[in-house]
T-cell receptor
Framework: KAGVTQTPRYLIKTRGQQVTLSCSPISGHRSVSWYQQTPGQGLQFLFEYFSETQRNKGNFPGRFSGRQFSNSRSEMNVSTLELGDSALYLC???????????????FGPGTRLLVL | DAKTTQPPSMDCAEGRAANLPCNHSTISGNEYVYWYRQIHSQGPQYIIHGLKNNETNEMASLIITEDRKSSTLILPHATLRDTAVYYCIVIKAAGNKLTFGGGTRVLVKP
C-alpha cells in the first residue's frame, strides 16, 4: 500500500499571503489529521477530518482551516500568513472506523513552509 | 493523556541492541503506549504500540512492565539508519490528538 502523501514538500511564502497544502491518506483510510511541528512548540494538533466532517479541532486561530473530500483527500489552508507560521505541517491518516479502540496514525513526509 | 518521561539522548553501537526507556507512571487502564520515531526533517514513523502485553514486530519489541508504569522499546540490531528522535506517547482508546514530548535522540555509531 502506498503511504500518506503530501504536496508540496517545500513552500516559501511572504507575510500576508495564503497557502493551501494537500494530503492524500493511505487507501481505505477515512480519517485525516493535521499537525504543525516547530522546534519551539513541538507537535501541535490542528484538526481532524472524518467522512468530510471536522471531528476534532486544536487551539489554532481561524486563519487555519481545512476540508476533506469524498475520496478522503484533505487540504488545509492558512490565510494571512505570519512569520510564526513557518513550520513543518504534517498530515496523518488512520482508518477512523474502529470506535472504541485506539487507531494508529500514519504520517506523511510533511510540507515545510517558510514564511518570509 | 498521561505524560511520559524519556532520557534526552543516548548513543548506541551499530549492530547492538538499543534499549529505550520510557516512564508513564500516571497511565490509566484504557491508555495505549505508542512509539514513533522521526528522522531529521521527515514525518514521524510509527514503530509499535501496546496496551498490557509485550509486543514485537519487524521493527522492534515493546516491553511493558506489569504495573504499566514504564516501558522499553528494543531495537534488536541497531543500524546507522536508526539514528532518529524516538517518541514514547500514551494515548487514550479514543481520540486522535497526538502530542509528542521531547523524545530521546538516539545516535547509532559505527
Amino acid at each position: 500500500k502506498a503511504g500518506v502523501t503530501q504536496t508540496p514538500r517545500y513552500l516559501i511564502k511572504t507575510r500576508g499571503q495564503q497557502v493551501t497544502l494537500s494530503c492524500s491518506p493511505i487507501s481505505g483510510h477515512r480519517s485525516v489529521s493535521w499537525y504543525q511541528q516547530t522546534p519551539g512548540q513541538g507537535l501541535q494538533f490542528l484538526f481532524e477530518y472524518f467522512s468530510e466532517t471536522q471531528r476534532n479541532k486544536g487551539n489554532f486561530p481561524g486563519r487555519f482551516s481545512g476540508r476533506q473530500f469524498s475520496n478522503s483527500r484533505s487540504e488545509m489552508n492558512v490565510s494571512t500568513l505570519e512569520l510564526g507560521d513557518s513550520a513543518l505541517y504534517l498530515c496523518a491518516s488512520s482508518s477512523g472506523t474502529s470506535g472504541a479502540r485506539r487507531e494508529t496514525q500514519y504520517f506523511g513526509p510533511g510540507t515545510r513552509l517558510l514564511v518570509l | 493523556d498521561a505524560k511520559t518521561t524519556q532520557p534526552p539522548s543516548m548513543d548506541c553501537a551499530e549492530g547492538r541492541a538499543a534499549n529505550l526507556p520510557c516512564n508513564h507512571s500516571t497511565i490509566s487502564g484504557n491508555e495505549y503506549v505508542y512509539w514513533y520515531r522521526q528522522i531529521h526533517s521527515q514525518g514521524p514513523q510509527y514503530i509499535i504500540h501496546g496496551l498490557k502485553n509485550n509486543e514485537t514486530n519487524e521493527m522492534a519489541s515493546l516491553i511493558i512492565t506489569e504495573d504499566r508504569k514504564s516501558s522499553t522499546l528494543i531495537l534488536p540490531h541497531a543500524t546507522l539508519r536508526d539514528t532518529a528522535v524516538y517518541y514514547c506517547i500514551v494515548i487514550k482508546a479514543a481520540g486522535n490528538k497526538l502530542t509528542f514530548g521531547g523524545g530521546t535522540r538516539v545516535l547509532v555509531k559505527p
